[in-house]
T-cell receptor, first 115, second 114 residues
Framework: DTEVTQTPKHLVMGMTNKKSLKCEQH?????MYWYKQKAKKPPELMFV???????INESVPSRFSPECPNSSLLNLHLHALQPEDSALYLC??????????????FGPGTRLTVL | QQQVKQSPQSLIVQKGGISIINCAYE??????FPWYQQFPGKGPALLIA?????SEKKEGRFTISFNKSAKQFSLHIMDSQPGDSATYFC?????????????FGQGTTLQVKP
């Protein structure tokens, strides 16, 4: 299984809502990532988890809260988002950090719209 | 110094032609250079990658050329097909950094006309 899955595919939420994005991989990868991608732009790194511990937080606002319950799962909890947070949220995984080839596998993304 | 500059921003090629996308970097500590292909509404997919100890890598119709002294690398798509129409991102990372950070170029939208 060489796939990263993400749910839901689409999400519409109001600014006062609380929602969660889910990501799963069964490749035995120990590094997992959250990216945000705006239209016609490259992915922007948000968070990196290594062995289920938060390794990098790219100064992301606290209304985004990541969680790694186990080595296969990664969640992104959303609360009090702003319309400018509307974007494609991508999850990725790689075998480990610090490897010569950082081959990251991306999921299909969750298209988030904040009203 | 962390930037990767990608050009052109968009590219139109006739079917059967060669598509060429270029990237340049400044940080000589980068040691891994992947290319990602992204279709609308999908996540990026790793297409091909190269390390600086080789000057060229070929996989099917896709070739990366790497010029270490010029700090440039490029993607060549031979015999371009309409199904290759997508956005292409080059990227760079430093494997020894332990961060896993990929520095992406700004992307090139490729349209292959039938």
């Amino acid at each position: 299984d060489t796939e990263v899955t993400q749910t839901p595919k689409h999400l519409v939420m109001g600014m006062t809502n609380k929602k969660s994005l889910k990501c799963e991989q069964h490749m035995g990868h120990r590094a997992m990532y959250w990216y945000k991608q705006k239209a016609k732009k490259p992915p922007e790194l948000m968070f990196v988890y290594s062995y289920e511990k938060l390794s990098i937080n790219e100064s992301v606002p606290s209304r985004f809260s990541p969680e790694c319950p186990n080595s296969s799962l990664l969640n992104l909890h959303l609360h009090a988002l702003q319309p400018e947070d509307s974007a494609l949220y991508l999850c990725a995984s790689s075998q480990d950090l610090g490897l010569a080839t950082n081959e990251q596998f991306f999921g299909p993304g969750t298209r988030l719209t904040v009203l | 110094q962390q930037q990767v500059k990608q050009s052109p921003q968009s590219l139109i090629v006739q079917k059967g032609g060669i598509s060429i996308i270029n990237c340049a970097y400044e940080n000589t500590a980068f040691d891994y250079f992947p290319w990602y292909q992204q279709f609308p509404g999908k996540g990026p997919a790793l297409l091909i990658a190269i390390r600086p100890d080789v000057s060229e890598k070929k996989e099917g119709r896709f070739t990366i050329s790497f010029n270490k002294s010029a700090k440039q690398f490029s993607l060549h798509i031979m015999d371009s097909q309409p199904g290759d129409s997508a956005t292409y991102f080059c990227a760079a990372s430093r494997g020894s950094s332990n961060t896993g950070k990929l520095i992406f170029g700004q992307g090139t939208t490729l349209q292959v006309k039938p």
